[in-house]
């Protein structure tokens, strides 16, 4: 009879530990979804499996973190809005020479804002930690602007790039004003 009752308990404690885990794993991965978006479902996809995908999803947060991710003071952000005017308005009369002014303003505003650029898979890594909904525009972007260096892209690919470019444009400015108005709320209480 004590023998049938501590085998019981064992099975209810590790039936227990069984459901806790499955549901710490279900609510990490809601978590990780939300957060990263359809860059989820790609790192997951390109890892082969989920933990491996998630391992690396979390690995990314990790170094995000240590990065000093800073908002942009508002006449700096005005400024970047008057450049961005500036390279849209010369893709009418050099659509090549606005895509590869569009991709440096852009890591421009990237290392300003605090984030490592040299690397395009890096760059991609670390702005999918908080800006993994317009990724998809970046590596679009990215691909065009490869071909166009190619000689391998027709100006309605080239206006494709700069409306993927102009998706992460917004993204970095409305993340960066957004947090500018943050740290002036907090500053007032």
């Not at 690396?56 to 005017?85: C, F, G, M, N, V």
């Not at 260096?149 to 992460?168: Q, S």
Request: charged fraction near 30%; proline fraction near 2%.
């Amino acid at each position: 009879m004590v023998i049938a009752l501590v085998v019981i308990t064992v099975l209810v404690v590790l039936a227990a530990c069984a459901v806790g885990y499955m549901l710490e794993r279900r609510r990490r991965e809601r978590a990780l979804k939300e957060q990263f978006g359809s860059e989820y479902d790609r790192t997951v996809g390109e890892a082969g499996d989920r933990r491996s995908g998630e391992r690396e999803l979390l690995d990314r947060q990790k170094r995000h973190e240590q990065l000093d991710i800073r908002p942009l003071d508002p006449s700096r952000t005005a400024e970047y809005r008057r450049e961005w005017q500036t390279v849209q308005t010369r893709f009418v009369d050099d659509p090549e020479g606005a895509i590869h002014d569009a991709d440096a303003l852009i890591e421009a505003l990237m290392s300003e804002r605090g984030y490592p650029v040299g690397d395009f898979d890096m760059q991609v890594a670390d702005l999918s930690v908080q800006h993994g909904d317009v990724l998809q525009h970046y590596r679009a972007a990215h691909e065009i602007a490869t071909a166009a260096n190619a000689g391998e892209a027709d100006t309605e690919a080239l206006r494709r790039a700069m409306v993927h470019y102009r998706a992460l444009f917004a993204s970095l400015l409305d993340e960066s004003e957004a947090d500018t108005q943050a740290m002036a709320a907090r500053r007032t209480k």
